[in-house]
């Protein structure tokens, strides 16, 4: 998902995407993480969880389901060094098109998932 939202950064017609992107991989920065603040969970040394709430998840959710994956990619290179070169992969061997649509979609079903069962999500990168 990082590539994907490297590539979303150069692109005025991923914008929505990307802002939901980066909601999803970073969470809100006003999330209440009492419940995980323990050494236990979270030791302090990184930035802490961040939880989108499950109204943030609805909206994420939405966000994503709306995107046009294809359209979003459609400018990326047909090379397929220079597509890895577009999305920070350097030396990554196979079809970035293909890794991207995947993650893209599995991150969909995650956050739609959270949204059915009205769950908020942690992000946490650790």
Do not use: K
């Not at 030396?91 to 908020?120: S, T």
Request: aromatic share 8%; hydrophobic share 45%; net charge negative.
């Amino acid at each position: 998902m990082w590539g994907l939202l490297r590539y979303c950064r150069g692109t005025a017609r991923c914008a929505p995407l990307h802002a939901a992107l980066d909601r999803a991989l970073s969470g809100d920065a006003d999330g209440d993480i009492g419940f995980l603040d323990h050494d236990e969970v979270y030791d302090g040394c990184t930035d802490p969880p961040r939880p989108p709430a499950p109204a943030a998840v609805d909206e994420i959710t939405r966000a994503l389901l709306e995107a046009d994956i294809d359209q979003v990619l459609a400018d990326l290179p047909d090379d397929p060094a220079a597509a890895a070169s577009a999305v920070g992969f350097q030396g990554i061997r196979g079809d970035v098109r293909v890794c991207l649509v995947e993650h893209f979609l599995a991150l969909w079903v995650f956050f739609r998932d959270a949204q059915l069962q009205g769950q908020c999500v942690i992000v946490w990168i650790n």
